[in-house]
């Protein structure tokens, strides 16, 4: 199924949504939620509530069903019990309603043939009338530009990342995750068991789409493998695809199913996707968040090797370890640069060279920014990795000012022309330190800067978009 | 070099400390450093502040050198510049003072001459005169029982974690980052350059100790491999032996040249070290910590089947292929507790069976301790790991009690027979939420039950265990 432009504007930009099955008391899930949330994000279109024994619902007129409306809405949200939703279906229909999302779960996934049952109704029903079905068991459209923000990060930030995903949970934590990192989203898709709309349908839009830049998904099955290798290897040469595949072990596999109902394809399957399409493949929540944050904030680097700025003896040595297992170079630094160096760090304590074991870098923005210019200038360096080594100032100089905002305003000036990214480690179970980490963590994201809380994942971050972009000047 | 017991006593619980070089002026670093942080540990026993120019510093008695002091200290901080580190230690051995900790740096590290020669010069001292030196360039000895904590954390938790390291920065981090999370320190000993006494002769006494249970080390270079090799075997029988090895990519091995100016060894010696040993291989901070937390917690597991309890449909997918991936196994439940399941989970939203995604596990303490008796008593489950997922939580439930008290409770009542972890995943760049979730990490972690910040970091930590455990039965 193709989806039209009209078709997108229905579904991520509607105003007038039907909300099919609101309780009127206490219970506050399901298509309670749903309103609730659209009425706390501020949406701006109207809200219809179907409920046959109310007259209002938190404000908003009721109505006993779907033919009473007095228009013909743009977007249906049903979360009706599963055996109602056929004839859901067939209302919708009848009064021209061609586009819905079905809440709801206990269709296929339940295992039950009951389940099965009714999903395949809900096929048939929606091939026989031309209706555009998401889901059923799963959270459906998320706009934030639209104010559509049903659930995930309320109200949203707007921004250029595309999301298609299969689970509505991970799918939330992902809007709410980079969301916290500064980093907006233009549409989210959750769309659970794919009955009628699948994963090439959403990706397919979202690869035209002028106002995404990157686009991230989780899927847990695929119906059609060799129509989303296509579109999946033509989207990724417009702009950067990242897949997590759930389900890739056996015991991921054998989960699956009773999430979304889905058959996963063999590993082997799934090798050879990456590899023909070459889509970005990560394997958790913070390696696809991680490579978000690099494609979405960083430019291509013109080579692979890094100057690692820090400090601290073992820290330096354990940064060099985690960069070269990762396939870059850590290169000696040029005579400018060394000169600089040498000149200013002191033959005991410090290391000058790269890495830069310095802790004036550290607590000192002008001298940060003084090797920041010779890295740029320096034609061995590609990428460069400033480590703030939150854990130990914690302890030991919980005085000194923080030099971050002006490092945050020299960068934001300064037209950056090699990747430039931060590590804050603050993990280790001191709860005033992973909150210190944390926040100057979202300082330098939201100020548009790639922060990471470790240098593990800072250089698995900056592979990505290595790779990503060493593929595209081969295929160019 | 082979330490006795009165060289352990010396160094690691020493009464008499003499500071030489210690500033009378403003200056906090060095020398004063040690001081202050000795004073601020309540250090118990006596502290001689050496300087040639002082009465007294910070309210002790000041000496202007060692021969004017009223007893033979046993152990000495060595401070002073590193040209006059030679002259020190001649005048330790004057007057019998033969345990000498060397802070100072510069020396072969520095890749200058003058250094190397420097360096030389100490170990011809130590040698001709029996002086047991560590260092230089080093943090030294560290043993909260003792209230010998001049750094690292303050005043320290006494526990039974035993530590080796090449690296000031990354023991001090390991002390504060056990200690945060309710695991202490026996003694930890940081012991930079190496010139005199080695990683063996720390491992060798650590090995013996009855107040150690797991040793975590972090070592750069050796001296001897074949000897290390032995120790490091006959340790791990008794105990386990974690090592971190700085300096395995080409450029770590390069920085470990100039930061304790030492030969890494090739990385296929490193292998067949870990593989002849059975020593268990990390290659972070991260890792190291988790292990440590692992081993010291939790007893050996009888087998690889691990029951996944948590919320959420593409998490409980995701977790799967995680657990997978580390070699567990996420086998079918047994019989009465899938009777128990299928009556109380829902078929629509949750996943009844392993992993088991059920919502009530994460607000219910009474449901989550039920669910937990029928995992310690089905055959098919040897570990048992629970998700909190807190992100979801502090977005869309905020009001809702927190059930860890009781959960804390009934798990300290019980005598646990198999292994019981939690996972606590509060990353995400929102402040707050890494707040809460520190926090709940570390009320677990305080009341001895690990909790992971990640799936992975908990499914790794879990391999070490079971590996090490797998290794000790097939050796018996």
Redesign the interface.
């Known amino acids: 199924m193709t989806l039209s432009q009209t078709d997108v504007q229905k579904i991520f930009n509607p105003v007038h949504v039907a909300v099919i099955g609101v309780s009127t008391g206490d219970y506050k899930f399901g298509g309670t939620s749903f309103l609730m949330k659209l009425q706390e994000g501020g949406f701006p279109g109207i809200l219809y509530p179907i409920n046959p024994k109310a007259q209002e619902i938190r404000g908003l007129k009721a109505y006993p069903d779907l033919k009473s409306l007095p228009v013909v809405p743009d977007l249906a949200i049903v979360c009706v019990a ?1 055996r109602l939703v056929p004839g859901i279906l067939e209302d919708c229909a009848s009064i021209g309603l061609l586009h819905v999302h079905i809440l ?3 269709f296929r ?2 295992g ?1 043939e009951e ?1 099965k049952l009714l999903e395949e109704q809900i096929v048939a029903i929606a091939k026989d009338k031309g209706l555009k079905v998401i889901g059923p ?1 799963c959270m459906g459209p998320y706009c934030p530009s639209a104010g559509l923000t049903a659930w995930g ?2 109200p949203g930030l707007s921004g250029s990342v595309g999301i298609i ?9 992902l809007t ?2 980079t969301s ?3 980093i907006g989203v233009d549409k989210a898709v959750s769309f659970g068991n794919a009955a009628v709309l699948d994963s090439t349908d959403f990706l397919e839009i979202l690869a035209e789409d002028k106002d995404i830049r990157v686009i991230a998904m ?1 899927l ?1 099955s695929v119906k059609d493998a060799r129509k989303l290798l296509q579109i999946a290897k033509a989207a990724n040469q417009k702009k950067p695809v990242i897949l997590w595949k ?7 596999a ?3 199913a ?3 109902g889905a058959m996963s394809g063999s590993q082997k399957l799934w090798q050879a996707f990456y590899r023909q399409t070459g889509v970005t493949r990560v ?4 390696e696809c ?1 991680d490579a978000i944050m690099a494609f979405s904030l960083l430019t291509a680097p013109a080579g692979h090797g890094v100057f690692l700025i820090g ?8 940064n ?6 990762q396939g870059f ?2 290169p000696p630094l040029s005579e400018p640069t060394m000169d600089f160096l040498s000149r200013s760090v002191p ?3 410090s ?1 000058a ?1 790269n ?1 830069l ?1 310095m802790w004036r870098t550290f607590i000192d923005a002008d001298y940060l920014a003084q090797v920041l210019e010779l890295g740029y200038k320096d034609s061995a360096i590609s990428i460069i990795v400033v480590d703030r080594l939150i ?2 100032m914690a ?1 030991h100089f919980p005085d000194l000012a923080d030099p971050t905002p002006e490092t945050i305003a020299y960068l934001k000036n300064r037209q950056i022309v090699k990747p430039t990214v931060f590590t804050i ?7 005033e ?3 210190m ?3 100057l ?2 300082k330098f ?1 939201r100020a548009g800067i790639p922060a990471f ?2 240098a ?1 994942r800072a250089a698995r971050a900056l592979r990505h978009l290595y790779h990503y972009h060493t593929r595209q000047k081969r295929s160019d």
Chains 1, 2 share one sequence.
């Open positions: 599963a709801t779960s206990g996934e339940s039950l389940g068991n990060a309320i995903s299969q689970s509505g949970g991970l799918t939330q934590r709410e995750y916290s990192l500064g989780y847990e759930g389900g890739e072990s056996q015991a991921g054998a989960t699956a009773s999430h979304t394997r958790s929540m913070n968040v400090g601290g003896g073992g820290n330096s040595v354990a060099s370890d985690t960069f070269n297992r170079e850590v033959t005991a304590g290391i060279g890495p074991d854990p130990r302890y480690d603050s993990d280790g179970g001191d709860p330190l992973a909150d980490g944390a926040r963590r979202a994201c809380p470790s593990r």
